[in-house]
C-alpha cells in the first residue's frame, strides 16, 4: 500500500501544466491538521490525540512557483491507562512552536485542480509534560529546540476565482535535529539530550497525523 501511494504521488508531481499564479502574486492562507488513535491489549488501553494550525504568507518569484514563511503551533496528547491493578497511569501532554520558510510549486491537473510540492526549513520550540498518576515523583517535563526540513505534497481545489482549498501530505519526507533539556518535578535533577531523525509520513502508522486540510487566498 505504501509503494502505490508514493508511486502515485510521484506520478502527480511529474505532471506539467500552468497554474494560473502570476509573478508577484501573494499567497496567504493557512492549515489545520489532525489526528486521533486508539489501541488496546489484555495489559492496556491507549489513546492519541493531535491538532495544529498554521499561517503562511508567500510571492509568487515566477509563474507557478512561491516562497514565503509561516507559523504554527500543534499540540498532542497521549494516555497509558494500565488495565492490570498495580500499574501507572501515565500521560505525555506537548505543546510546539514553530517558525519557517518554504518553497511551493503548482501544476496543473484538470479544471480547477492542482498539485503542487512543498518544501519546508523550519525551527521550532517546545515543552512536554510527562504526569504519572499514582508515582507523582517521577513526573518530569522536558523543553526542546531544533529544526526540520521536509517535503509536503498536496492537492488544490480552486473554489472561487481568488481561493484554494487544499489536502496536503505534510512530512511525506523528513530529517529533523533537538536539542533537549529535562527536568524531574521531585528533584528538579537537569539532564540535557539530542536527537537526530530521519522518517516518512508512512513511518509508525503516523500516516493520518500528517494528513492536513488548509486554504490558500491569492492576492
Known sequence: ????LFSFLVTLFA??????????SVLLGGDVGFGDHKNSSNYSSNTYNTGSISLSIGKAIKENKVVGISLGFSSAKQVYNPITAGYDTTSQKTN??????????????????????????????????????INKLNSYK????????????????KVFKKMFVELSLNNLVYA???????????????????????????SNNTFLNNVGVGFRFIL
Do not use: C, W
Open 176 to 202: 529533523s535535529y533537538s536539542a533537549s533539556n529535562t527536568t524531574y518535578d521531585a528533584t528538579d535533577k537537569k539532564l540535557k539530550g539530542h536527537d537526530f531523525s530521519i522518517g516518512t509520513a508512512f
Open 15 to 24: 505532471v506539467t501544466a500552468n497554474a494560473q499564479i502570476n509573478k508577484g
Open 96 to 133: 510546539r512552536y514553530n517558525i519557517g520558510f518554504f518553497y511551493r510549486d503548482y501544476k496543473k491537473l484538470a479544471k480547477d485542480f492542482y498539485f503542487f510540492g512543498q518544501a519546508n526549513a523550519v525551527y521550532s520550540y517546545s515543552n512536554q509534560a510527562y504526569d504519572y498518576n
Open 1 to 4: 500500500m505504501t509503494k502505490i
Open 142 to 157: 522536558v523543553v526542546e529546540n531544533g529544526g526540520a526540513v521536509s517535503i509536503a505534497p498536496g492537492i488544490a481545489y
